[in-house]
């Protein structure tokens, strides 16, 4: 049984910060492909950023390149979201997810991942 828990979203003022952990437990297999995907009502789950240890790869969605950061801690146990300079139109649904090794260009389709958490939400106001 695996399972994906997220925290550390809540509100922020256009401008600040804010950083996510999703820690995933249980047996996998290999080392995962994680990832952080957000959505809000009406629209697609987008994703946001992935990362995969064992190629130190890291993938960004041109909306967040520059301003977000995924990172990893030293066991490889829990995979950060570093947000700056956040904009109202960051508010959102953010999900952790993770799936088996893929092809780095397959990163950011949501249907690759298996398995996934409940989310927390990230509202930025302007």
């Known amino acids: 049984q695996v399972e994906v828990v997220e925290s550390g979203g809540g509100s922020v003022q256009a401008g600040g910060s804010l950083r996510l952990s999703c820690s995933v437990s249980g047996h996998m297999g290999t080392r995962p492909f994680r990832a952080w995907f957000r959505q809000t009502p009406g629209k697609e789950r987008e994703g946001v950023a992935a990362?995969?240890?064992?190629?130190?790869?890291?993938y960004y969605a041109d909306s967040v390149k520059g301003r977000f950061t995924i990172s990893e801690d030293k066991d490889g146990d829990t995979v950060y979201l570093q947000m700056n300079s956040l904009k109202p139109e960051d508010t959102a649904l953010y999900y952790c997810?993770?799936?088996?090794?893929?092809?780095?260009?397959?990163?950011?389709?949501?249907?690759?991942?298996?398995?996934w958490g409940r989310g927390t939400q990230v509202t930025v106001s302007s």
């Open positions: 990362i995969y240890t064992t190629t130190t790869s890291t």
């Open positions: 997810a993770a799936a088996p090794p893929m092809t780095g260009s397959a990163w950011s389709r949501a249907l690759n991942y298996n398995y």
